[in-house]
Every structure is written in C-alpha cells, then in structure tokens.
C-alpha cells in the first residue's frame, strides 16, 4: 500500500476525459471536475516533510525511554500531540489541493521547517525551550491556516483551522509559564485539540478526499513510528555482543518490528482505503479512524519501540515500574486500536485482534520483575500466532470472525 512518488503533481487538474497516467488533483468545490481515473500520490516533497517527523518521533520515543515514572512518560506522550495534530492537518489539508508545484513545496518546507525546530526542542520543551517548542507549533498552525484558506477548506468561521489557530497561541504563551504548571496548561490544551473534532469535525462532512493518497500519508507515519523500533533496537545492538542472551533479543526484537508491521499492512491498511472509497461520509472517518485511531497506532508503537530497545539493551535485567510496562501496553495498545478502526469503519471488530489484544495486557501485567527478554519473547510469538492464523484463515476462505457492534461508516 505504502508507495513511493515517481513524479511530482500537474499544476491543473486533469481533464475529465483525460487519462495519461500523470496524477490527478481536484479543487475541493463543487464546481471542480472529477475523473474517473484521479489519483494523488505521495510527492517526493512529501517524502522529504515526512523526515522532519522521523526526527520528531525518535526525541519523543528516547524522551519515554530515558523518563523516570508515569509522570515523565505522561509528558513525553503530551509533546508529541501537537506534532499529530500539525501532520494531520497538512496531510488533510494537501490532500486535493490544486496548487502549483512550488508553491506547494514551499508551503510545505515551511510547516517542515516548523516542526523541526518543535522537534529540536522537544528534550527542553519543559525547560528553556518552552516558548520556542509552542512559537514553531504555532508558526506551523498560521502557515496550515494559509493553506487552508487557499484551498477554501472550510466554509463556516468557527472552524477547526481557526480553532487550532488559538490554541496554537496558548501553547506558545504557556511556554512563559513555569515548569509545574506549563505541563498542565499544555495538557488542558491538548485535551481541546483532541476533542475538537468531535466539536467541529462535522464541518469537514462535504469536504472530498483522494481515498488513495491519504491512507497511503497515513500509512507512511505508521511506517516512521515502525522505523524508530529498528532504530532503538539498531542502537542496542550496535554496543552489544551478539551472542546467547543478547543476540536473542536482538532476533526477536527484530521479528516483533516485522509482526507489528505484517499486522497493519497485510490487511489493515487496504480495509482502511476500500472503506474510505465506499463511506457515504468519508469525513467521518477521517475525524475517527484515521486522526485518531492512527494517533492510537503510533503511541502504541512508540511505547514498544521504548520497550524494545530496553530489552535489547539489558535483556536479563529487571525492570520494574512504568519501565516494565512499555513494552506490552505498547503492543497491546496496538492491537486493540484495530478493533476501534475495524468498528468504526464496518461495525465489527475481529474475534482475533480482541483475544490478541486481551493477552497482551495480560503478559504487560506478568512483566514487572521478569528479565526483559521473556516479555519480549512471549509478546513476538503473540503477534506472529496471530497474523499466521488470520492468514490461514483468510487464504482458506472462511468467513471472518467479527463481534458485531453496529454500522460503520463503510458499511458491513
């Protein structure tokens, strides 16, 4: 599913009648033609945004390792909110944007620039980098409120641009305020940005979205939190002996990184382009499953890669409180997001990732006190049992065993 661009957009859309394999852009309004044959893929400028985020993903995953209680973790975890939030709204507002190559590519250099300077400021964003962590967030949220004025994203006032736009504000103004309490202000402010979609997300229900391009973003930012697993792991083996316990460990690190990604692209990621294809609203799901249950997917991940690059450095120790904990509630965290998107997007969640998920918690709450290396053993052959069996069970023709909750968005 995840794709690399070959070539950059067209400056004008195709022609309705027109097909010759170049990618095709239309103007969110309703006056804009639609082709039968549109597809937007991910741009090379695209690519090079996504980096930034690489970046951001690896402080905010070495802040939850290095972190020393729940408090820590708690406000490791806050930070990257408004890297999310910021991704999301260029991933959303690029998505059909008919704009020429290098005002696009400007515009997104710019958030890029943005973001990086959030992210170098991530380790101190508590410290003395508070106002430059929450003035490059709100830079980027005045640039994404150009973009979406350009696009005419939003016809009401009130909207989730002009929303972000003041609470992009006050993450900068609360960076004045002092340690112990800038942390519960950024908190309040994540609190509303997180529920703004489901304040004023219904305003974004007549918006129109190219169902290839934006699962492919989404994907691409499941696949950088992916990559900052190999990198913990990576790193721990780089200064280690590889043999007996800690070659272990290095294997099976490695083989849960590649269970975690199996889990989402052998068949998560396409249900997740075919339902945004089929949805009668497909706003909906880009406020839910996308926004919010991909935010699920990458904390998960980054909970795990925390856990995993502890693992791999001291296999045989034992590590206790929240340090003990990251590994599994990461993969179980992951796990149990694919039952929210399965139900929001065809109302029913899989018999298999439910079980899957409910083992995990339980090898989460057996791992204080064992060595590092038995949780991780014990969690791999969890996610291997489970894809081998869904692909036994899908490539045999059986029907999929699903808890039916309701209607989804897409449909059963």
């Known amino acids: 599913m995840v794709a690399v661009a070959t070539q950059d957009y067209r400056d004008t859309p195709i022609e309705p009648d027109r097909d010759d394999g170049r990618p095709d852009i239309e103007a969110d309004v309703d006056a804009a033609p639609h082709s039968p044959h549109a597809v937007q893929r991910v741009t090379w400028a695209e690519l090079f945004f996504d980096l930034v985020f690489v970046f951001a993903v690896t402080q905010v995953a070495h802040a939850v390792s290095v972190g020393d209680g729940w408090g820590d973790l708690g406000r490791s975890l806050l930070l990257f909110v408004p890297f999310w939030w910021a991704w999301v709204g260029c991933t959303i507002q690029f998505n059909g944007l008919v704009v020429s190559a290098t005002r ?58 002009s929303g972000a736009l003041v609470t992009g504000a006050l993450w900068m103004l609360a960076g004045l305020l002092p340690a112990g309490t800038r942390q519960w202000a950024w908190l309040a402010l994540a609190a509303v940005e997180l529920s703004m979609p489901l304040v004023l997300g219904h305003r974004l229900d007549y918006m129109r979205f190219d169902a290839s391009h934006l699962p492919e973003r989404f ?41 975690l990604w199996w889990t989402y692209f052998q068949y998560g990621a396409s249900a997740a382009e075919h339902a945004l294809r089929v949805a009668k609203i497909p706003a909906a799901l880009v406020r839910s499953s996308f926004s919010y249950g991909h935010l699920a997917f990458v904390v998960g991940i980054i909970l795990a890669a925390a856990g995993m690059a502890q693992a791999v450095a001291g296999p045989a120790e034992h590590p206790h409180g929240v340090h003990a904990l990251l590994l599994g509630s990461g993969v179980s ?27 995990a918690i339980v090898i989460t709450v057996l791992s204080p006190g064992l060595p590092a290396l038995a949780p991780l053993v014990m969690l791999a052959a969890l996610v291997i049992a489970l894809n081998a069996f869904e692909l036994y069970w899908v490539t045999s023709g059986r029907p999929l065993m699903l808890i039916n909750v309701g209607q989804g968005a897409a449909g059963r």
Not at 333 to 358: D, E, H, K, P
């Open 333 to 359: 965290l992951y796990t149990a997001t694919f039952c929210y998107t399965r139900i929001v997007m065809f109302g029913g969640a899989s018999y298999t990732r439910v079980i899957a998920s409910l083992l």
């Open 104 to 161: 696009r590519h400007l515009l997104l250099l710019a958030i890029a620039g943005a973001a990086f300077v959030m992210s170098i400021s991530v380790p101190d964003a508590y410290g003395d980098r508070g106002v430059l962590f929450g003035g490059a967030y709100f830079g980027a949220r005045i640039l994404l409120a150009v973009v979406g004025r350009i696009r005419e994203a939003f016809r009401q006032r009130i909207n989730p641009i």
């Open 219 to 259: 994907g691409l930012f499941v696949i950088i939190a992916l990559g900052e697993t190999l990198v913990g792991i990576g790193q721990g083996g780089t200064h280690k002996a590889l043999d007996g316990t800690e070659g272990t460990a290095l294997f099976v690190a490695f083989i849960l990184s590649c269970g």
